[in-house]
Nanobody, 135 residues
């Protein structure tokens, strides 16, 4: 079964850290651009961070709201893409989703564009993991 599965969410105090993982089963993430998106209650889904495929230029994109606090990275050996989240704020509370897109065959041509289109039907979507930042 081809799917993405997110993990690593939970409850953390403001200023704390969490590391989310997006794992693929049935296919390799190497050739896919990966995006992390989030949706808070009552708000629209937004792009958080996106990273290009392994065989591309290694480019990354971060939303302004997370720059300097979040880091996206690949672990090719584990077939995962991770999102390290530091200095978490209550406004980071949301369900976090990862998505995979084969950009070489997609009208979405850059990771920036991928992150700016959070509702697009990408090749694969995970089921989401809850992140709650609260004291």
């Amino acid at each position: 079964q081809l799917q993405l599965v997110e993990s690593g969410g939970g409850l953390v105090q403001p200023g704390g850290s969490l590391r989310l993982s997006c794992a693929a089963s049935g296919f390799t993430l190497d050739y896919y651009a990966i995006g992390w998106f989030r949706q808070a209650p009552g708000k629209e889904r937004e792009g958080v961070s996106c990273i290009s495929s392994t065989d591309s230029d290694g480019s990354t994109y971060y939303a302004d709201s997370v720059k300097g606090r979040f880091t996206i990275s690949r672990d090719n050996a584990k077939n995962t893409v991770n999102l390290q989240m530091n200095s978490l704020k209550p406004e980071d509370t949301a369900v976090y989703y990862c998505a995979a897109e084969f950009l070489s065959a997609s009208p979405v041509t850059t990771v920036r564009a991928m992150c700016l289109m959070p509702t697009r039907a990408y090749d694969y979507w995970g089921q989401g993991t809850q992140v709650t930042v609260s004291s």
